[in-house]
């Protein structure tokens, strides 16, 4: 005999088997890096309408032979990556991103880049830096650190909470935006940008707390000796 499934037990098994896959976030590891060296863009893209991206074979901070990214612009200056960046930065508690900026462009207030680092979450929503921070046009590397803590971070589109985005980015997002206050979309900025050299920087859990965890397991064991 043929047996009949309740259908709002097949509605509950679809719901949770989604809300598991919509917590599947694969982990940022600590100190990833992408450095451009094996001639490719390493992901970074600045979608189908921007500037195409160039790998440049010398020139970044380590000098010849050094690789980096230039992002050129006519509109907008951007570029984000949807494959090793997307994903949950508190697994490893990756709360910082260093990067090495070089702004080539000639010496006038309108070149002058400020930037910000942007996560996107699964649903659209922004966080971007609450500060931006300058890359001055003296054609010279300049290693940025962005945080990534709430504290540091503006929400300019609707939609996901902090936690949600931070365990689980859609995207990250480097853009010049020179706004008194952070924007949902940047600024204009007519040029070019070299980036390289970006680095996922994992904090240090507080001493503190790795003691209590320490003292915590110490005591398990003892117990469980004791029982035995």
């Given at each position: 005999?043929?047996?009949?499934?309740?259908?709002?037990?097949?509605?509950?098994?679809?719901?949770?088997?989604?809300?598991?896959?919509?917590?599947?976030?694969?982990?940022?590891?600590?100190?990833?890096?992408?450095?451009?060296?094996?001639?490719?863009?390493?992901?970074?893209?600045?979608?189908?309408?921007?500037?195409?991206?160039?790998?440049?074979?010398?020139?970044?901070?380590?000098?010849?032979?050094?690789?980096?990214?230039?992002?050129?612009?006519?509109?907008?200056?951007?570029?984000?990556?949807?494959?090793?960046?997307?994903?949950?930065?508190?697994?490893?508690?990756?709360?910082?991103?260093?990067?090495?900026?070089?702004?080539?462009?000639?010496?006038?207030?309108?070149?002058?880049?400020?930037?910000?680092?942007?996560?996107?979450?699964?649903?659209?929503?922004?966080?971007?830096?609450?500060?931006?921070?300058?890359?001055?046009?003296?054609?010279?590397?300049?290693?940025?650190?962005?945080?990534?803590?709430?504290?540091?971070?503006?929400?300019?589109?609707?939609?996901?909470?902090?936690?949600?985005?931070?365990?689980?980015?859609?995207?990250?997002?480097?853009?010049?935006?020179?706004?008194?206050?952070?924007?949902?979309?940047?600024?204009?900025?007519?040029?070019?940008?070299?980036?390289?050299?970006?680095?996922?920087?994992?904090?240090?859990?507080?001493?503190?707390?790795i003691w209590l965890i320490a003292i915590a397991t110490s005591l398990r064991r003892?117990?469980?000796?004791?029982?035995a």
């Amino acid at each position: 005999m043929r047996r009949v499934v309740p259908l709002f037990l097949v509605s509950g098994f679809v719901l949770i088997a989604a809300c598991g896959f919509a917590r599947a976030a694969t982990p940022i590891p600590a100190s990833q890096k992408d450095t451009f060296q094996d001639g490719t863009a390493d992901n970074w893209t600045n979608g189908p309408s921007g500037d195409p991206l160039q790998v440049i074979a010398n020139g970044g901070p380590a000098g010849a032979g050094d690789q980096y990214l230039k992002i050129t612009s006519s509109s907008h200056l951007a570029t984000f990556n949807l494959t090793q960046w997307a994903g949950d930065y508190t697994a490893n508690n990756v709360m910082d991103i260093g990067v090495d900026f070089l702004n080539p462009n000639a010496n006038t207030a309108d070149h002058i880049a400020m930037m910000r680092i942007v996560l996107f979450g699964q649903s659209g929503s922004r966080w971007t830096s609450t500060n931006a921070v300058t890359v001055p046009t003296d054609n010279t590397w300049h290693h940025l650190v962005f945080s990534l803590r709430q504290s540091d971070l503006t929400q300019v589109v609707a939609g996901d909470t902090y936690a949600s985005v931070i365990g689980n980015a859609e995207r990250l997002m480097f853009r010049h935006d020179n706004g008194t206050i952070p924007s949902s979309g940047g600024t204009p900025f007519f040029g070019a940008l070299g980036i390289d050299n970006v680095t996922a920087i994992a904090t240090p859990e507080p001493v503190g707390l790795i003691w209590l965890i320490a003292i915590a397991t110490s005591l398990r064991r003892r117990r469980s000796r004791l029982s035995a």
